[in-house]
């Protein structure tokens, strides 16, 4: 009997104990999901410059092979209806990093590489966010988005840059591969500077003995079409003045395969740590530069051949994460910053080799335009495991990648115009945007639905020095893309009433529209 009682009161006082555990973990605040199963994903965006729609077989490419970018096309969500901001490079970086309209900073356009930095220190942007979520964050490549405060000392530490935006590592060129100053900096000093040897900048006057594109066509073995004619760096004609700094210039024809290798370094670093990368390739923006290893890789000449080389890039890079056990940890976005260009600035035979290729992929226009060509380009999300391979149709924009990849991460952000499209973005959902400002140099434009409106601008129609349709007109323009996706039947006279709608919609974001506007400067 005593036994007996003595196994009741045991019983009664381990189900005290388990009851008071129970209690005691319903009063304990639980960890957010991801981070109690150490699942904190890395993500990585994997931004182009100048890859047109139809520029990656994936996408109906049949005159250039890109098996690794169709690998992540063909394994993730490939967005046929995925945008930039803008038709232009420095617009949409700042729109990516932002999730903020371009066209609502008047010094988001096309900058000079002396241009100070124009994301504001104090502005929310996704690697600041996801550096507050503990992440690692680093940039690989291309930046112009401005650096300094406009009077900047190249032979000093250079400040604010992308380390004052978010990065922790930053690795980059300051503008673009055409424009001087054609060095490196890395966390904002620039890399193998002879202090013996200063760097001068100076976007308006030459320095004295210096030879130019323009007056010694001897020196050169690329030859210019148009605006770079400037200072010669690799027998290269720049946008831009600059002297010194000779043991720090880059070699174009290695850059590729430089970015690569600072961007596997990165990943190699820091796979024990969620981490934010944003390798920004310059390829297939000029001078079109591809290795040696990748001249002939295409009938197309160099612009043809640099995108193979990205192609390969983006191989190598992948095989990174994998051999470092991380692929299916990582988040990967691929995209590009606008719309192509064949002409751009450099006679390199990309007007005269392009035979069958279509590198707008069926859509009208190009980068700098209005019309679909200038800001649809490649989107896609890639996942290994999480992700199920999908052809998706809905309307995204790469401003909506700060509040999706918020609200994966559980970091809280309050954003005027990115769209919080996780699940369109892991491929759950079909419902994208219902409307998107699209920007071109200063001019904008309105995606509604399958609606495509341009209001009425003055200036040229066609952008003669690179052959591309601005989507310049003095009259509205309405297009159908459901039926018309290559734009060609203007319905604003027939459709009053879509117009209208259309008009009301545009002037309900971007207030009422001015046809005069900053007109496009091609360099």
């Not at 010094?107 to 690692?136: C, E, F, S, V």
């Not at 000449?301 to 299916?328: H, N, Q, S, Y």
């Amino acid at each position: 009997m005593n036994d007996l009682k003595v196994a009741v009161g045991s019983l009664i006082f381990i189900c005290f104990v388990l009851f008071l555990g129970v209690l005691a973990g319903c009063q304990t605040k639980q960890p957010e999901n991801i981070e109690s199963l150490n699942m904190l994903p890395n993500v990585v965006i994997i931004y182009l410059d100048d890859l047109g729609y139809g520029d990656v077989s994936a996408y109906g490419a049949t005159e250039i092979q890109t098996p690794n970018i169709d690998r992540l096309a063909n394994g993730g969500v490939m967005f046929t209806d995925g945008h930039a901001s803008s038709s232009t490079c420095t617009p949409s970086r700042y729109a990516l990093l932002t999730g903020v309209y371009p066209w609502r900073n008047k010094d988001a356009k096309i900058l000079p590489g002396t241009a100070p930095l124009i994301i504001d220190t104090a502005q929310i942007t996704i690697p600041k966010m996801l550096k507050n979520r503990g992440y690692h964050t680093g940039v690989v490549g291309k930046w112009h988005l401005g650096l300094g405060t406009g009077q900047v000392d190249w032979n000093q530490h250079v400040s604010p840059g992308p380390n004052e935006v978010g990065f922790d590592y930053s690795y980059i060129m300051a503008a673009t591969q055409d424009r001087v100053p054609t060095v490196y900096l890395e966390n904002g000093l620039v890399e193998g500077l002879d202090p013996n040897d200063p760097i001068e900048i100076d976007y308006e006057n030459n320095f004295e003995g210096e030879p130019t594109g323009k007056d010694n066509p001897e020196l050169l073995t690329m030859k210019w079409h148009h605006g770079h004619n400037n200072s010669i760096v690799n027998g290269i004609p720049r946008i831009g003045f600059m002297k010194g700094g000779d043991k720090a210039k880059w070699s174009d024809v290695d850059m590729a395969d430089h970015f690569l290798g600072k961007a596997q370094t990165f990943v190699k670093e820091h796979k024990n740590e969620p981490f934010f990368l944003y390798y920004a390739l310059q390829q297939p923006h000029v001078p079109r530069t591809p290795n040696p290893r990748f001249v002939g890789s295409t009938d197309l000449g160099p612009r043809g051949d640099v995108i193979v080389e990205a192609d390969w890039c983006i191989g190598e890079f992948m095989k990174t994460l994998e051999e470092e056990g991380i692929l299916e940890n990582t988040l990967i976005i691929f995209s590009s910053d606008n719309g192509a260009v064949l002409n751009d600035g450099y006679y390199d035979d990309a007007v005269d080799r392009i035979g069958n290729h279509d590198q707008n992929g069926g859509l009208r226009g190009g980068k700098y335009s209005l019309f679909e060509a200038g800001a649809r380009v490649p989107f896609i999300a890639y996942w290994e495991g999480q992700i199920e391979p999908k052809r998706s149709d809905a309307l995204i924009s790469q401003l909506d990648i700060l509040a999706s990849v918020a609200k994966l991460t559980n970091a809280e952000v309050d954003s005027t115009d990115s769209q919080e499209l996780l699940e369109v973005l892991m491929g759950t959902s079909d419902k994208g945007r219902e409307d998107l400002v699209l920007e071109a140099s200063s001019r904008t434009a309105l995606r509604k639905d399958n609606w495509l409106m341009i209001p009425p601008y003055n200036g040229p129609a066609v952008a003669e020095k690179v052959n591309v349709e601005l989507g310049n007109s003095s009259d509205f323009q309405l297009y159908n893309l459901d039926e018309d996706l290559g734009q060609q039947n203007n319905l604003a006279k027939i459709n009053s009433e879509q117009l209208e709608v259309m008009l009301d919609q545009y002037e309900s974001i971007v207030g009422e529209f001015n046809s005069e506007v900053e007109q496009l400067e091609l360099k």
